[in-house]
């Protein structure tokens, strides 16, 4: 919200008469009480003579284009002669005896605009008569040019101090839970609570805003007016002036505030309602009285209906928009804009002016369905105190007849009643416990009633504290805890860690996760995070089975991109992605792994349960039973060469045993033993895929990508993938003691010829099986196939360590365990050893 500093002084000095601080300071008033500022910046600086005249005589001029005056002002001695200062003028908003600001010759305005005498018009003007946009008050040009009340100032004496071009501007940034805020009342009430001074309430007392209300005492409804149960409305009133002069212009005090909080002056109806708006935050309206046919019936829109606002925009009203209309026709969309019907015009005597509290959630739906944001709708959408509405129609209807004559109806419609605010139990304790800062309680009490609050003491340490009804944020101790910190300075907590409590720490889960993370990026593996979401596209062009539980996705409500709208079930289009983008950019040699949440669809929807109290066990089972699976995916890809060609050695290329061995790499960092066997699923290679099993279940897959699917999706050739399933894998904490041997390994070699189709791990184990107590471990280091072993046949070659705790193994007894694991390997698979 735009404010002048010299207005919220002004309110403030009411009460405390010696009270000022500089913008510096102002600001960090504002900061302290939890306000920030976009900033602040003074009024334009003005050199040279600015003075005070009185227009003595004006001459038409004929033969122009536009209306143009030649005039004589009387500046005093301000020109050096105390002779008529000759002025040539386009405004009409001026007669002859009025006062007005001039810019003798020498004067520079904002903009580096240098006045001088000149001849114009066929007449000599030295000098201009200046408006509030070419003083630098307003952003917009108005009317005319400014004319000041009588006594404000005699001809000659300097005009700066008369507008008040010594004050500074303050954007002050309000958060959508302090609506009052918007306003001067408000704000005037936070400064005081950060300087310590006495506020007086603008709409208890409006002397202290400068204002002498004198509105007749209420007797009868001043029209009919029908509120729609549906519209919402929690407030509504209306009071009438009558006989006001329609060419009567606002004052330049009230076009000055208006100007410096944003508003352009419009005429004394208007203003008068702008000007209450921003002084105590009650959004006004007003209708030319002459236009409104019977009552007034508030309702919602119906369809294909539409009203003309004061922007003379058309607009198609909603059914969820409110509307106020007379009995002929829609003269206003409620709190939002008026309609242009009722609008007050230079013939408008006789003026209805209305105060409402609406729906803030269907003022802000209508405001962003129509793109229409007004100053009433900022203020509705955050909530408008409802003990308001009376104050701001006598406020207003006073103001304006001081400003156009007329009188105030008696008359006063009234609808709705004041919301019954909760009364919250607070311990005085509780803000010094919570902030670890001493507070006794009578600074609770204060804090709470400079905020509005009522308070009592119930007994000891106990308080009853009742908030005020435009600080509806205010529900629970907690946000009254807030307020007293906010006021006693943020800055005065101690920033102290807290201890944290002994035992704590990572879960095993947490652990496992980290551990495997690690243990790829060690491998050579860079991590990437994988986008949650996917295309069901690109799952589909897979051609996966209807049964494929990867086809059970959940669709995203309200998708960031259309091509991905729902929740991934694997991680690898998006892997697989980020090699595509890296390919693209020249980058050969990729070698990824990503750690991710994917979902699966586990029900259609879930049940909505009722918020007025607990669900009961059963429906609580059955909202969880609905969410969607969630388990933790570990997938890698891989492409190009792992080792680079060079003068001792050729490449090597990522293949499908790299992407094997990359689920052994999760698989020793979770601490569990790894069964690969042989599989089939897409979209791996059916030829070069490997089935990752854990304790008979599968748990993954890896191997090369099928070429179909990487010619699909414009992958480099022989792309390999793997993805495993870590919250399939139970979770154990294995710290095994370390047995040392003091005594050396024996070697023995083993080469076994068996049928092509039987998986090297399978013989293995078979060999592990045999081969011993004293076997520390089994590895194949050699396939082998030629005509000699015959058709389907394969020579697999394993190295087996063998390791006695207490002695030194002889030839002989590892040469015997090594027949037995051979004889094993016989009784499964039929091998025969080669010579």
């Not at 006004?284 to 369809?303: E, V």
């Amino acid at each position: 919200m735009l404010i002048a500093q010299n207005w919220i002084t002004r309110i403030l000095r009411y009460a405390n008469p010696e009270w000022g601080v500089s913008a510096a300071d102002l600001d960090a008033g504002f900061v302290r009480v939890g306000f920030e500022t976009e900033g602040y910046e003074p009024l334009p600086e003005i050199t040279g003579p600015l003075v005070i005249g009185r227009v003595e005589k004006i001459r038409e001029l004929e033969g122009f284009k536009k209306p143009i005056r030649h005039c004589h002002v009387n500046v005093g001695e301000a020109n050096g002669t105390g002779e008529l200062q000759s002025i040539v003028c386009g405004a009409r908003n001026f007669k002859e005896g009025d006062l007005v600001v001039v810019s003798l010759p020498g004067t520079v305005l904002p903009g580096n605009f240098e006045i001088s005498a000149r001849k114009t018009y066929g007449e000599m003007s030295a000098g201009m008569m200046c408006s509030a946009m070419e003083l630098g008050l307003a952003r917009q040009q108005n009317s005319g040019i400014i004319t000041l009340p009588e006594g404000a100032g005699e001809p000659g004496e300097d005009a700066r101090p008369v507008v008040g071009l010594a004050d500074t501007v303050f954007d002050v940034n309000i958060t959508p839970d302090r609506g009052y805020a918007l306003s001067a009342r408000g704000l005037c009430r936070e400064i005081a609570s950060a300087f310590d001074l006495t506020f007086v309430d603008p709409k208890e007392n409006p002397a202290a805003a400068g204002l002498g209300v004198t509105v007749p005492e209420v007797s009868g409804e001043a029209l009919r007016v029908d509120i729609d149960p549906e519209a919402g409305v929690q407030r509504f009133g209306v009071r009438r002036v009558r006989g006001i002069n329609p060419r009567a212009a606002s004052p330049f005090w009230l076009q000055r505030e208006l100007m410096l909080c944003g508003q352009r002056p419009v005429n004394a109806a208007t203003d008068v309602t702008n000007y209450v708006m921003l002084l105590l935050e009650q959004p006004m309206h007003a209708f030319d009285a002459a236009k409104i046919a019977g009552g007034l019936s508030i309702r919602p829109a119906r369809s294909g209906e539409k009203l003309e606002t004061l922007d003379h925009v058309v607009r198609e009203l909603d059914p969820e928009d409110i509307v106020i209309c007379d009995d002929e026709r829609i003269q206003s969309m409620a709190g939002v804009m008026g309609g242009l019907t009722s609008e007050i015009s230079e013939e408008t005597t006789d003026v209805y002016l209305e105060a409402a509290i609406w729906n803030p959630v269907a003022i802000a739906r209508s405001s962003r369905r129509h793109k229409l944001s007004s100053e009433a709708s900022r203020r509705f959408e955050r909530t408008v105190d409802p003990d308001l509405v009376e104050a701001a129609l006598d406020i207003a209807a006073s103001l304006l007849v001081d400003i156009a004559g007329g009188e105030v109806d008696p008359g006063r419609t009234l609808l709705g009643e004041l919301p019954t605010m909760p009364t919250i139990a607070l311990r005085s304790s509780f803000p010094s416990e919570l902030a670890g800062v001493e507070y006794s309680e009578d600074t609770v009490v204060r804090r709470l009633e400079e905020v509005g609050c009522e308070v009592s003491r119930e007994g000891e340490g106990v308080l009853s504290v009742t908030p005020p009804t435009w600080r509806t944020d205010l529900t629970m101790p907690a946000e009254l805890v807030e307020e007293v910190l906010r006021l006693e300075g943020l800055e005065d907590i101690p920033s102290v860690l807290p201890t944290p409590r002994g035992g704590r720490g990572l879960s095993p889960e947490q652990k496992r996760k980290r551990a495997v993370g690690h243990a790829l990026a060690y491998s050579g593996y860079a991590e990437i995070l994988p986008t949650p979401f996917v295309s069901k596209e690109t799952l589909e062009s897979w051609d996966l089975p209807a049964e494929d539980p990867r086809l059970q996705l959940v669709a995203v409500q309200n998708p960031l991109d259309s091509a991905q709208a729902h929740l991934g079930t694997t991680l690898l289009p998006a892997m697989l992605d980020a090699v595509v983008r890296n390919a693209a950019r020249g980058r050969a040699d990729v070698a990824l792994f990503g750690l991710q949440q994917v979902s699966f669809k586990r029900a259609d929807s879930s049940p909505m349960p009722s918020v007025t109290d607990r669900p009961s066990d059963e429906t609580l089972r059955e909202v969880y039973d609905s969410l969607p699976e969630q388990p933790l995916h570990v997938a890698t890809v891989g492409v190009g060469r792992t080792v680079e060609e060079g003068p001792l050695s050729d490449a090597q290329h990522y293949s499908w045993a790299d992407a094997v061995e990359s689920a052994r790499i999760v698989a020793r960092a979770a601490d569990i033993e790894l069964e690969v066997v042989q599989g089939e699923q897409t979209p791996w290679h059916p030829g070069r895929c490997a089935e990752l099993r854990y304790e008979g279940q599968t748990v993954g897959y890896a191997g090369e990508l099928h070429p179909q699917i990487v010619s699909a999706m414009g992958l480099p050739a022989r792309t390999c993938a793997m993805e495993m399933d870590l919250s399939a894998i139970s979770v154990t904490e294995s710290l095994p003691a370390p047995v040392l041997s003091a005594y050396p390994s024996l070697h023995q070699d083993i080469a076994l010829v068996v049928d092509a189709d039987i998986p090297a791990e399978d013989v293995r184990r078979a060999l592990l099986e045999g081969a011993g107590e004293l076997v520390e471990d089994v590895s194949l280091f050699d396939v082998y196939t030629s005509e000699q072993l015959g058709e389907n046949k394969k020579s697999l070659a394993f190295a087996l360590e063998f390791r006695a705790p207490d002695r030194t193994l002889t030839d002989d007894e590892a040469n015997e365990w090594r027949l037995a694991a051979a004889e094993r390997a016989r009784e499964k698979f039929g091998a025969e050893m080669r010579a």
